[in-house]
Every structure is written in structure tokens, then in C-alpha cells.
């Protein structure tokens, strides 16, 4: 007969969720990956301002980069469904870390670990066996208790065991430090639940189903959908308003994407007063409110006042005190036509509205948005030593013309010296993506502007420019080697003419298109003497017509202001629609910037915060620590412990404990309890 073998494979099991699932979710390495991605998160939406229009994050960082950081929801990470997602399962993970070791951790709290033998103490690295004094007759339960006193002594808490014919003193110390790692992650996992409850989970779903309508265009709130709208019972929002003194509001303004909703608020908030103080350089050195809060439930109107860092909360809503900006000041110009003859007209705005302007037969829209009342500039040369002052007043507007197209100015109220002299800086820019381009228009010696505008008019007189021309064709002022002579008025005509459409940059265009390379310079600067003596010419006329002789001699500031109208008059042609506004008078209106916010995971957060602290507290200063005495029979003592976290100090505490009880002994002060 045979032996028959029957090869089978082994059975493979199946693991069951719990048994594959769990240990991955409570690993320690899946807790620690979370946490660092969500830390690198955190420092991204704290460098990153967030919630803010995505027109300032185009400018800021260009189209492709903008396009990258929306797809990751870097302009609202703590709201980004990939960052409430990491809180889920980190939630879940600590969770399971938890479940899985808390009460294992409560049982060797409570443990003693009465249950060693005089074998097992004996191996420690740390055992040592105390002899007795000869001829001694106490019994174990006596050196226990001997020992059991000095070890308390010490600061454990002790435990006395009979273990057969010998007697074990159990001691332990710092248990505490296993509550830490509880509170720890208990405290974590509270953090993350609070930071859920706040993650607005509602007004993503809504906006993703479209119940929620984002709008997108500038519009007062009054015009805004309903479709746009939150009630108040938002669980959790966070927005901006900004409220004129003397005005209130009952909604504030939540960025969403490239646009906004209007949350409701369950209450109104009035601005009574808004004040803000300035140091000497007129830098805002601290602002505050006083607020009015209107509300049914209360039988009156509270009052109160809010500054940086002293918000006030209602209802579960609380109001911060964010920016200030202007509230819609009155505002008077004069508008200046430059160069069209048309004489100077006055004009009142509010800031926030638009007016008409009708210069040269066209017509154009005013946009006034924004007057600051200081303006603090650093003017120190050195740039190591910084110097603040305040310029003064300006304002910021557009003017649309019948096009549609819109050019930004940003006009200054006061003069400006540079190098001395005054000047009136208005700048101009095409998108917001640019930086302002400053005009000096020259005040001289006079201290106004009315100087640089009638020699501006005359300039731009084709008649007085003809008259200029034949004057420096007949005397040869405008002969070069680029101009026939049989047509010098006419040349120097059309170079005058060339200069007021297009400046200086127009007529380096005609030498580089009209002159061989070599020549350029010398052209160029033919070209430039023939526009700076007809300035000059201009100039005298402006002073005969002024009552200042003309036989007055010109001193260095009659030289640099006709350099400095010519630098002007080259930046005009770029300068967008014929017309300087002169800001003249103004009747300041501020408003207060307010940001509220109704978090409910707040107090969550604040709870988690306390435990984590307290959990690491005792992870780090608590030292858990275990001594075992055990008195045998013969009299000796087996003295062994165990330390964790191997803290220095704890072999020196084994050693004095030694020299108690070994003292003890050999002194027979041990009495026997037989």
C-alpha cells in the first residue's frame, strides 16, 4: 500500500473593516500626514489674504498662476472642500487612535502590578537585593511596611500584597501622564469638530446645487436677487460692510469666488460717530466706533463702542472693528480744459456717485471713488533713515468716456515740492494692474495754477503757434540741416504741432523715421531748441500779459519753469480725457469698515485649545515611574523600578531610597510584628 499526499492550499481569511481599516485610520503616520498638510494649509491661508475679489487676485498674480491657486482653493482654504475633508478624517483618525488605546491606558492607570515575583524583579536592570543586619527578626510584613514609608515618603502611592511567604510593596507615580495623551487627542479632535461646525458646509452645498445665486456685478444692495440673499439663520458666516456715520445696515457682504451674497443679519448696526487719531505725521494711530444696535428683543437700543481688538458680540454675531474708509465725502473741483480754450469751469461730486462732464462737445462720466483726507509718503533721500509726512488730501476717480473706456486718476489736493519748487502731481493709470504715472504740472513762483494754464492754451493756439513759426523762420532760429529753408514756418509749424499730440516721444518717432542714425542726436536736439525757444517765446508773452515787463531780466526760475512746463506738456497726450480736476474744497464723510462674524465652533475650538495644552503639559512634565519592594522571607529587601521615559533623576531616586531602607535594616529599627 502506498502513501498518498495531498497538497491544499492554506485557507487565506479575510480580514474583516475593522480589522484592516482601523489600524490604518488610528496609525500614528496617517495622524502625522494630516496634521502637516494641514499646517502647510494653515500657512497658506494666513500669507495668503483670503476671501478677497478675484480681479485683486489676477493683478496680483497674473492669469495662469490665478487660474492654479482657484483650482485649489487657496482664496478660501478654510472653507475648501479638500481642507474640511482633512478635518473629517483627522477627526476620524484621533478618533479611532483613541477608541483604540484609551482603555488600555485606563487599565494600566488603575493597574498596580501586584503581581510580580521576587524572579522577575531580580532580572531588572536596576534590582538590587538589601541584606538584612544579622541575627534580625522581622518578618516580611514589617520590612514592607518600612519600606512601604520611605517609598511614600518619596511621593508614590503604595500598594502592600502578601506573595506567599514574602510580602510586595507596589508603588507608582505620574499616572497623570497618560491623561495627558487622552486630553491631547481629545483636545485635537474637539479643534477639528469646531473648526467643521464653522466650515460652512451649508452655503457649499447651496451654492453647488444652486439654490444660492452668486452675483457678480457692482451693484448696490438694494438691487441684489433674492436668489443672492441669506437669511439670518446662517449657522455660520464671516463679512464686511462698511457703514457712513449716520447710516446703518442690517446685512454685511460674504466674498464668495469672483463674487458676493448678502447675508441677513438678525439685527441693524448704526455708525453714531467714527473717530480715528494720527500721530504728528498723520499715520492713523488708533480708530473706534460708536455703534447703535437695533434689535426688537431689547427693549432700547445698546450702545456701545468697538476699537481694534475690542469687538462687541450680539446674538452670537460678533463685530470687529476692521478698516475705515471714506463714507462719501462732498467734494468741489475745479475742472481745467487742457489746452482746448475753453475756460475753467467748477464742479461738486459725492464720492460713491457719478456726475457728467461735457468738455470739447463730448461728454464723459466722473466716477468719484475714493478721497483720503493724509496721505503719509516716506520722503526720506537716504531711504535708511525713513521720514513719514503727510502730503495732504487727494482723490481717486475715473473718467468713462462715450466709449465705455475708463482711465483712474489719482489727484493730489496740496502742492509738493520737489527739489524746492511746487508742483501739483495727478496721476493716471489704464487698469488697476499698473502703477500710477504722476504729471508735475509747475506753480513757479506764483503758487497757482493758473500761470501753467493760459501758456498751455497758448501752446495749443494753432494761431500763436503760426505766429511763433514764421517768427523763428524769418530770424533762423529753426534752421537745421533737416529743414529746407523755402518751408520753415510750415516745418516748424507741424514740428509744434507734432509736439502737442504726441510730446517728445512723438518727435523722436519723425528723427528716427526721417534720419539717418548717425544724425539722430544732433536733430533731436535742433528739434528739441526749436520747441524750447517757442516755449520761451510763449513764456514772455504769458509775463507781458501778466503786467511783468518784458524787459525784466529772467532769472533761473523763469529757465526750470519752462523746463518743467515742457516735461508736463510731453506726459498731457497719455493723460486720457482734456480736462485736470483741481480738487479745491471738500467736506469729509468717513466710514467705518466692520467685519462680523458668527462662528459657533468657537467655543469648541477655545475647549480643544485648553485640552491640547493641558494634554501636552502632562506628556512632557509628567514622568510615569514604577517601584517594586519586595520583603522576603529571610529578611532581605528587593528593591527595582521602572522609568519610561528615562528621566534623568530617576537612578538617584532609586539610589536614596536604597540608602533609607538599607539603613533600616542594618539598624534592626524594623520591628517584628509576630
Known amino acids: 500500500m502506498s502513501d498518498v499526499t495531498t497538497n491544499s492550499k492554506p485557507t487565506r481569511t479575510r480580514g474583516t473593516w475593522s480589522s484592516i481599516w482601523l489600524p490604518t485610520l488610528g496609525s500614528m503616520n496617517f495622524a502625522i500626514l494630516l496634521l502637516m498638510i494641514l499646517a502647510v494649509a494653515s500657512v497658506v491661508g494666513s500669507v495668503l489674504q483670503q476671501n478677497q475679489p478675484y480681479e485683486d487676485y489676477v493683478i496680483k498674480f497674473g492669469s495662469f498662476w490665478f487660474q492654479v491657486y482657484r483650482n485649489l482653493g487657496l482664496y478660501d482654504v478654510y472653507s475648501a472642500w479638500w481642507f474640511l475633508a ?23 492607570v488603575r493597574r498596580w502590578r501586584d503581581d510580580m515575583t521576587t524572579r522577575s524583579l531580580e532580572r531588572m536592570r536596576n534590582a538590587r537585593v538589601l541584606a538584612p543586619a544579622q541575627n534580625s527578626t522581622a518578618d516580611p510584613a514589617a520590612t514592607a511596611e518600612f519600606c512601604r514609608a520611605a517609598i511614600a515618603k518619596a511621593g508614590y502611592r503604595c500598594r502592600v500584597k502578601a506573595a506567599g511567604p514574602n510580602t510586595l510593596v507596589s508603588a507608582k507615580r505620574g499616572e497623570g501622564n497618560r491623561f495627558g495623551y ?11 469638530v469646531g473648526g467643521l461646525f464653522d466650515g460652512n458646509f451649508g452655503l457649499m452645498f447651496d451654492e453647488m446645487s444652486g439654490r444660492i445665486q452668486i452675483e457678480r456685478r457692482a451693484i448696490p444692495a438694494s438691487e ?27 446685512f454685511i457682504f460674504l466674498n464668495i469666488k469672483d463674487g458676493y451674497v448678502i447675508q441677513h443679519l438678525p439685527f441693524s448696526v448704526e455708525v453714531k460717530e467714527f473717530r480715528v487719531e494720527h500721530y504728528d505725521t498723520g499715520q492713523p494711530k488708533s480708530f473706534e466706533t460708536d455703534l447703535i444696535i437695533h434689535d426688537d428683543d431689547l427693549a432700547e437700543p445698546l450702545e456701545h463702542t468697538i476699537a481694534v481688538n475690542h469687538p462687541l458680540t450680539h446674538k452670537g454675531v460678533t463685530i470687529y472693528q476692521a478698516s475705515f474708509q ?20 467748477d464742479i461738486e461730486g459725492v464720492v460713491g456717485q457719478n456726475e457728467t462732464l461735457r468738455i470739447g462737445g463730448r461728454q464723459y462720466e466722473l466716477e468719484l471713488d475714493d478721497f483720503r483726507k493724509f496721505n503719509v509718503i ?47 502731481l495727478a496721476g493716471v493709470r489704464s487698469t ?9 504740472i509747475p ?108 524787459g525784466q531780466a529772467w532769472t533761473d526760475d523763469d529757465t526750470r519753469y519752462i523746463a518743467d512746463f515742457l516735461s508736463a506738456a510731453t506726459a498731457l497726450p497719455d493723460y486720457g480725457p482734456p480736462v485736470y480736476l483741481q480738487l479745491k474744497q471738500f467736506e469729509h464723510r468717513e466710514a467705518s469698515g466692520l467685519e462680523m462674524t458668527k462662528s459657533p465652533g468657537k467655543p469648541l475650538v477655545y475647549l480643544g485649545s485648553a485640552l491640547l495644552c493641558i494634554g501636552v503639559f502632562l506628556l512632557f512634565y509628567i514622568n510615569p515611574r514604577r517601584i517594586w519592594a519586595m520583603a522576603r522571607e529571610d529578611g532581605a529587601v528587593v528593591l527595582a523600578g521602572v522609568n519610561h521615559r528615562k528621566v534623568p533623576g530617576f537612578e538617584a531616586e532609586l539610589d536614596a531610597l536604597r540608602t533609607v531602607i538599607q539603613t533600616g535594616l542594618e539598624s534592626s529599627t524594623i520591628e517584628s510584628t509576630r
Open 86 to 108: 482633512i478635518l473629517v478624517f483627522l477627526c476620524i483618525s484621533v478618533s479611532v487612535c483613541v477608541y483604540r488605546n484609551a482603555p488600555g491606558m485606563m487599565r494600566d
Open 378 to 424: 516716506d520722503v526720506a533721500k537716504d531711504k535708511i533713515q525713513p521720514d513719514f509726512n503727510n502730503i495732504g488730501s487727494s482723490v481717486t476717480f475715473k473718467v468713462r468716456g462715450p466709449d465705455g473706456k475708463a482711465l483712474e486718476y489719482h489727484n493730489y489736493m496740496s502742492p509738493i515740492l520737489v527739489e524746492g519748487r511746487p508742483y501739483l
Open 326 to 345: 471714506d463714507g462719501g465725502s462732498s467734494l468741489s473741483f475745479t475742472a481745467w480744459p487742457l489746452g482746448s480754450g475753453d475756460r475753467p469751469f
Open 224 to 250: 441684489v436677487g433674492e436668489s443672492s440673499r441669506l437669511d439670518t439663520g446662517s449657522s455660520t458666516f464671516r463679512g464686511q460692510v462698511n457703514i457712513p456715520e449716520g447710516s446703518q445696515a442690517d
Open 443 to 550: 506753480l513757479g513762483k506764483t503758487g497757482d495754477i493758473n500761470r501753467f494754464m493760459s501758456l498751455l492754451n497758448r501752446f495749443r493756439d494753432d494761431e500763436e503757434l503760426a505766429r511763433i513759426a514764421d517768427g523763428l523762420a524769418s530770424s533762423g532760429g529753426a534752421n537745421d540741416a533737416a529743414t529746407p529753408r523755402d518751408d520753415l514756418g510750415g516745418k516748424t509749424l507741424a514740428l509744434l504741432q507734432l509736439f502737442n499730440s504726441r510730446g517728445f516721444n512723438g518727435v523722436d518717432e519723425l528723427v528716427k523715421k526721417n534720419v539717418p542714425e548717425t544724425e539722430h542726436a544732433d536733430v533731436f536736439q535742433a528739434y528739441f531748441n526749436i520747441i524750447r525757444i517757442a516755449a520761451a517765446q510763449l513764456y514772455s508773452d504769458q509775463l507781458a500779459s501778466e503786467g511783468i515787463s518784458s
Open 432 to 440: 488697476p494692474a499698473e502703477e500710477f504715472n504722476y504729471v508735475h
Open 182 to 192: 487622552l486630553a491631547t487627542h481629545i483636545g485635537i479632535i474637539v479643534i477639528c
